[in-house]
């Protein structure tokens, strides 16, 4: 079985001395990396589980969230997510700054009677209205069946 760590070259020791009990077998580590002698695996051990103790190991290590692990076959490759940081730039790109004008325009005394009928409610509630609201009562016990008596 063949594990490619990526960007994760530098905890590939660390990684493998994590597996060890594991699956059963010391895993060899060489570049970016690792094999798993499927002889020395334990009995039941799927190339699934051990990408459930790679995702395990990613979590102690508290890079979860910047890797992900795929399973091909008896192949697993360890990715590094790569963050939607250009999307967000080019997000501010695409958005105009006219928003700025907008608000200049006659548009913004219409905003004003729609403030005024939202606050219209608040002021027709009772003077009473500081009190919590009253919950709903609670759901009744169901009948229990009787139990029929066999002759």
Excluded: C, H, W
């Excluded at 589980?49 to 395990?56: A, E, L, M, P, Q």
């Amino acid at each position: 079985m063949k594990v490619t760590l990526g960007t994760l070259k530098g905890k590939g020791d660390e990684l493998a001395a994590f597996l060890e009990p594991r699956v059963g077998t010391k895993p060899s580590v060489s570049g970016d990396s690792m094999e798993i002698e499927d002889e020395g695996l334990r009995d039941g051990v799927k190339p699934r589980d051990v990408k459930t103790y790679i995702k395990r190991f990613l979590f102690m290590n508290g890079v979860r969230k910047k890797y992900r692990v795929f399973v091909a076959g008896k192949e697993l490759t360890i990715q590094e997510i790569v963050l939607g940081e250009e999307s967000e730039e080019e997000k501010e790109k695409k958005t105009p700054k006219e928003p700025e004008a907008v608000e200049d325009t006659p548009k913004a005394p219409e905003a004003e009677p729609k403030e005024e009928e939202a606050k219209a409610p608040e002021s027709e509630k009772p003077e009473g209205s500081g009190e919590k609201p009253k919950k709903a009562a609670p759901k009744k016990p169901r009948a229990r069946k009787k139990k029929s008596e066999e002759p």
